[in-house]
């Protein structure tokens, strides 16, 4: 049986993201943007600490004379 809180939030979750289409398109653009940044972020920063000084950036130096 559903308890009464989770009734109620699936109601309120409803009323307020995907009773009108406007909102629900809304909802899940603005998601998709999110979550889309939040993942390039992580990633980004997991993938420059997983190569560090293997990188241009950072055996430059070495190669070219200012």
């Known amino acids: 049986m559903v308890s009464g809180f989770v009734k109620s939030l699936s109601s309120f979750t409803y009323r307020t993201f995907f009773k009108k289409e406007s909102t629900y398109f809304t909802t899940i653009v ?3 943007v999110i979550f889309s ?3 390039n972020t992580l990633f980004d920063k997991y993938w420059d600490k997983k190569t ?3 990188k241009w950036e950072d055996i430059k130096d070495r190669y070219v004379q200012n």
Request: charged letters at 0%; hydrophobic letters at 35%.
């Open 30 to 32: 603005g998601t998709g």
């Open 37 to 39: 940044i939040t993942f």
């Open 52 to 54: 560090a000084g293997t």
